[in-house]
Nanobody
Framework: QVQLVESGGGLVQAGGSLRLSCAAS????????MAWYRQVPGKQRELVAS???????NYADFVKGRFTISRDNAKNMVYLQMNSLKPEDAAVYYC?????????WGQGTQVTVSS
């Protein structure tokens, strides 16, 4: 079954950068569109960025021009480069196959942005 392990979060000052990583297993990774989501306590989880198996990318308006999603099919990894971070970017970030319909989510990685 699918397993996802996110890492790379931490505390950063506003304007700083972080690179999140996600190791995926239990799927045919190269065939899957992958996505990053984020969630703040008390709010719904929201889609941040996605990347298709053909490397096409899509971004939520609130991160366009600041975040970059990428993937390495040889390593079954997906990444999220986050630049110019804002306090409102603070959240737990999760990766997941874009069209996965199961209930499973990884543990996520916490991003904290100080102003």
């Amino acid at each position: 079954q699918v397993q996802l392990v996110e890492s790379g979060g931490g505390l950063v000052q506003a304007g700083g950068s972080l690179r999140l990583s996600c190791a995926a297993s239990g799927i045919i990774f190269s065939l899957e569109a992958m996505a990053w989501y984020r969630q703040v306590p008390g709010k719904q989880r929201e889609l941040v960025a996605s990347i298709t198996s053909g490397y096409s990318t899509n971004y939520a308006d609130f991160v366009k021009g600041r975040f970059t999603i990428s993937r390495d099919n040889a390593k079954n990894m997906v990444y999220l480069q986050m630049n110019s971070l804002k306090p409102e970017d603070a959240a737990v970030y999760y990766c997941r196959p874009r069209y996965y319909t199961g209930a499973y989510w990884g543990q996520g990685t916490q991003v904290t942005v100080s102003s």
